[in-house]
């Protein structure tokens, strides 16, 4: 079993900056392909990016390409999500996720935290 627990959400105005992280427990966490996803009220879970086990290969959802960046710590069992430019379409409750294999998709899932960003 794997325990995920984000944290650093919050209240931003448009076009500032947060950093969210995503803290691990159980399992080896440098064995997890570690995504983050987002879901906005009354809309569906949508993928936001995602990060390789050695933190070398990062993708990216095209709604926020060049403003979001996903960095991880193996050493700390922990990943990141650094948001600039941050708009108000970006309010959201967001999550992060663990895969062992992108082909099954993300087995756990952390209990999210919540980003408002004000215009």
């Known amino acids: 079993q794997v325990q995920l627990v984000e944290s650093g959400g919050g209240l931003v105005q448009a076009g500032g900056s947060l950093r969210l992280s995503c803290t691990a427990s159980?399992?080896?966490?440098?064995?997890?392909?570690m995504g983050w996803f987002r879901q906005a009220p009354g809309k569906e879970r949508e993928f936001v990016g995602r990060?390789?086990?050695?933190?070398?290969?990062?993708y990216y959802a095209d709604s926020v390409k060049g403003r979001f960046t996903i960095s991880r710590d193996n050493s700390k069992n922990t990943i990141y999500l650094q948001m600039n430019s941050l708009k108000p379409e970006d309010t959201a409750d967001y999550y992060c996720?663990?895969?062992?294999?992108?082909?099954?998709?993300?087995?756990?899932w952390g209990q999210g935290t919540q980003v408002t960003v004000s215009s």
């Open positions: 990060i390789s086990w050695s933190g070398i290969i990062t």
């Open positions: 159980g399992r080896a966490f440098n064995s997890f392909t």
């Open positions: 996720a663990a895969s062992t294999s992108l082909r099954e998709g993300y087995e756990y």
